[in-house]
């Protein structure tokens, strides 16, 4: 799965999932653009990923400020020539029973999640389909399938990113232009360590495979997506959740 000379955006990459999701398409030849709220982790993950491949690029980028988002596409434009891969990865959580939920927990979740992706889909769309190819992957949640007590907030927000993976599918098939998720279960991330002991060993034992995934795991799905391999796969889900959900 050879990415050489590809152009790729990942949001939210900084840490976790997106840091492994911008190593894993820089070794295999991308340059990124890393964009995070925190621009310290977003250079670090620029290093690493220059020791594994091309140098790409950090920026500041604030997921819901669309005006951020299109000056930092335009510079990923201005630097590299064009955009060929978008990385909605992006995400937070700020969990509550939904009696306690407030709306500002509310309305924050639904902004970096879902309308971060709208924004950042937007940006890139135009080059896109001006070059006929492209490869979007948002990363959603097992979670926005099955649901999650105390995370109305947050399954809502993946559960509607995955209706915008397949409407977008629908309307950029005809310029080449795949669009695809990622569903991710329990993860070891920061975000996942943040859950009670608990939680985390009620998870571990309604997963078949017997263990927490890596955020490698998910970044190893995404290259597979992102490649020309997968030119015939648009629209789709993949779960990546050691068989958690089954269907």
Do not use: H
């Amino acid at each position: 799965m050879n990415l050489k000379d590809e152009i790729a955006i990942v949001t939210g990459a900084g840490r976790g999932i997106g840091r492994a999701i911008a190593l894993q398409l820089a070794g295999q030849g991308a340059r990124v653009a890393c964009w995070d709220v925190d621009r310290t982790l977003a250079d670090e993950t620029v290093a690493l990923a220059a020791e594994k491949g091309p140098e790409g690029l950090a920026d500041t980028v604030d997921v819901t400020d669309l005006e951020a988002v299109l000056a930092a596409a335009e510079t990923v434009l201005e630097t590299f020539s064009r955009i060929d891969i978008l990385i909605n990865n992006a995400g937070i959580t700020r969990d509550n029973l939904l009696v306690r939920m407030t709306p500002k927990q509310w309305d924050q979740v639904l902004d970096v999640n879902l309308k971060g992706a709208f924004y950042c889909t937007r940006a890139v769309a135009r080059s896109m389909m001006k070059q006929r190819r492209g490869r979007i992957v948002n990363v959603a949640s097992v979670v926005g399938i099955m649901g999650n007590a105390g995370q109305a907030n947050y399954c809502a927000s993946k559960a509607g990113l995955i209706g915008f993976t397949k409407s977008v599918a629908r309307e950029f098939a005809a310029r080449s232009i795949t669009v695809n998720a990622v569903a991710p279960g329990f993860i070891a991330t920061e975000m996942t360590r943040e859950l009670s002991e608990k939680n985390r060993d009620a998870f571990l034992q309604a997963i078949p495979l017997a263990r927490f995934g890596q955020p490698e795991d998910v970044a190893r799905v995404i290259s597979f997506l992102v490649s020309e391999d997968a030119g015939y796969i648009t629209g789709q889900v993949i779960n990546v959740d050691g068989g958690m959900l089954m269907s």
